[in-house]
């Protein structure tokens, strides 16, 4: 199962904040282009079919088809300067 790191909990949790709905978390997707790997979302609640990351009140929904390329990745992420987000996925170790 995908797994967040302490900065992705933490950004995660963060960027949720500003949905007003309990569930709210970020959702990973195929890319509609297989060519661009996965889209990212902020979102209010998970979609059917979605399986649930959760790790210290972060909540992550991943979709079918991403979570069995995703289950042995880790989500990583980094803040910028200017304070925008960047995620990463790098294999388990």
Not at 30 to 46: F, I
Not at 51 to 67: C, K, S, T
Request: aromatic share 4%; no cysteine.
């Amino acid at each position: 199962m995908l797994t967040l790191t302490e900065n992705a909990t933490a950004a995660i949790a963060q960027l949720t904040q500003q949905i007003p709905a309990d569930t709210a978390g970020l959702r990973i997707a195929k890319a509609e282009n297989p060519d661009q790997g996965y889209a990212v979302s902020l979102t209010d609640g998970p979609q059917e079919g979605d399986a649930v990351v959760e790790d210290a009140g972060a909540r992550v929904y991943v979709d079918a088809l991403a979570n069995a390329q995703l289950d042995d990745r880790v989500l990583d992420a980094q803040l910028s300067e200017d304070g925008s987000v960047g995620f990463a996925l790098a294999q388990q170790r």
